[in-house]
């Protein structure tokens, strides 16, 4: 179970273009790029439970590997996904034209999403 752990965001990159790609507000794109923000990741099998906390905010979704799913997207949409493992360390999502990679790399956990040409990546480290 390579993903199981909290993680707490160390740093990020392309934060504000990419939000203002995907039609996030300047004011909501302010109020974020400097918020800490803590995940935790429960791996079951092919089962996923994802839990993003950033200052009161509280993001959590689950998914099975290769099953249609409704997850809530960075605009806070709900949408539906399939995510996909690519070996033992990698999962891949394409959430409507957001393509989503995330891996974990011995402590540190990295998201890499993509929409058309710009690239976020947001880079977090095991605290436990």
Do not use: C, W
């Amino acid at each position: 179970m390579a993903f199981n752990g909290h993680y707490e965001l160390h740093s990020q990159v392309n934060f504000a273009p990419f939000m203002k790609a995907i039609g996030l507000s300047d004011n909501l794109i302010e109020q974020g790029k400097d918020r800490k923000s803590t995940s935790e990741i429960v791996e079951t099998g092919d089962h996923f439970k994802i839990i993003v906390t950033t200052g009161s905010q509280v993001l959590v979704n689950e998914f099975t590997i290769g099953e249609e799913t409704e997850i809530e997207s960075p605009t806070g949409e709900k949408v539906k996904a399939i995510i996909n493992r690519d070996g033992k360390n990698k999962l891949v999502a394409k959430i409507q034209n957001i393509t989503s990679v995330t891996e974990v790399t011995g402590d540190q956990l990295t998201n890499t999403m993509t929409v058309g040409d710009i690239v976020y990546k947001r880079i977090s480290k095991r605290i436990s």
